[in-house]
């Protein structure tokens, strides 16, 4: 056994067993960001035998103060790699590989292929609903945060426990990131920090277990919390999310992007509507039709579909375009 793990070998929570067990551990991470810079590096610091890491973005100098595994030298550079390179300066045991796209329904199948464990460090609701969705049909477990200006959480979902969905199942009333609302680096590190105890615990599996479990922090109080919700009722129909690439010709799609965000639409069928046109009044599918409803972040798609819900009975999918 290498050196390297000499001071959390002695610990009887470890021991040679456990680490065997982290060497032979296989980590989807997804996100590069200020989540997932601590996640990554105290994870492949304890020896965990594979990291896939999945990040559509490039570093930027706006994000440094909080995406801690970057630096000046690596600006410009898509995040996977630069993480991955970080990583293997850090550990060479570990095998760190870079996948440079988002997470979507389209490939998150593939991604979870022979995945231990899987973390949700993105910025975006629907990455968080499409992995835990994913990890819940699969039976894979699933840490996931969220943080925003000086408070977050981070909770262990699915295998077993219920989904992200369980405990989050509608999306907020409007749309905040770290962009536009700010956040201090240490939160994020707090919560990220959080995220890689809770997947080491489950990969070890220390008792009790963090699956079915959330705990909050608020940087302005330093207050911590933490309840269990390993009773939480799964939503009894849940809107799916789809991959751009996964509408059919005969799906009522509906583009909620004003031509001044995206100047074409999704798909040449599809209807430029607002979230206010939706619903009594507005047009609906066809008897047999999928209502696919798409914008930038799946947020205005949600709205959308709780009111067309009022008014129609068929099958509602959500598409989060992303930037561009």
Not at 48 to 59: A, L, N, S
């Amino acid at each position: 056994m290498s050196d390297r793990y000499l001071r959390q070998t002695v610990l009887p929570e470890v021991g040679a067993a456990g680490q065997a067990r982290l060497a032979a551990a296989h980590v989807l991470l997804v996100g590069a960001g200020g989540l997932g810079a601590p996640v990554a590096h105290y994870l492949a610091g304890a020896g965990i035998g594979r990291i896939t890491i999945v990040d559509p973005d490039t570093v930027e100098r706006g994000n440094l103060h909080r995406q801690t595994l970057f630096g000046e030298s690596t600006l410009g550079r898509p995040k996977a790699d630069a993480a991955a390179a970080a990583l293997a300066e850090l550990n060479p045991e570990v095998a760190a590989r870079p996948v440079v796209e988002r997470l979507d329904p389209a490939n998150v199948d593939s991604l979870l292929q022979e995945v231990s464990l899987a973390l949700d460090c993105a910025d975006s609701f629907a990455a968080s609903y499409t992995l835990s969705d994913a990890c819940f049909a699969r039976g894979v477990p699933l840490i996931s945060a969220s943080v925003l200006a000086l408070s977050g959480y981070v909770g262990g979902f699915c295998d077993g426990a219920p989904s992200l969905r369980a405990v989050f199942p509608d999306l907020p009333e409007r749309a905040a990131s770290c962009a536009s609302a700010g956040v201090l680096g240490p939160v994020v590190g707090v919560l990220g920090s959080l995220q890689a105890q809770m997947a080491l615990a489950v990969i070890l599996g220390l008792a009790p277990s963090p699956l079915g479990q959330l705990v909050t922090f608020d940087a302005a109080g330093f207050r911590f919390g933490a309840f269990r919700f390993d009773g939480a009722p799964e939503p009894a129909a849940a809107l799916p999310f789809l991959a751009a690439s996964q509408i059919a010709v005969e799906d009522f799609v509906v583009d909620l992007r004003g031509e001044d965000e995206a100047p074409r639409p999704v798909a040449p069928s599809a209807l430029r509507l607002t979230v206010a046109t939706i619903g009594e009044d507005g047009p609906r599918p066809a008897p047999g039709q999928r209502a696919v409803l798409c914008c930038r972040s799946g947020l205005r798609s949600w709205q959308a579909a709780r009111r067309l819900e009022r008014v129609w009975e068929g099958d509602i999918a959500l598409v989060a375009l992303g930037d561009g």
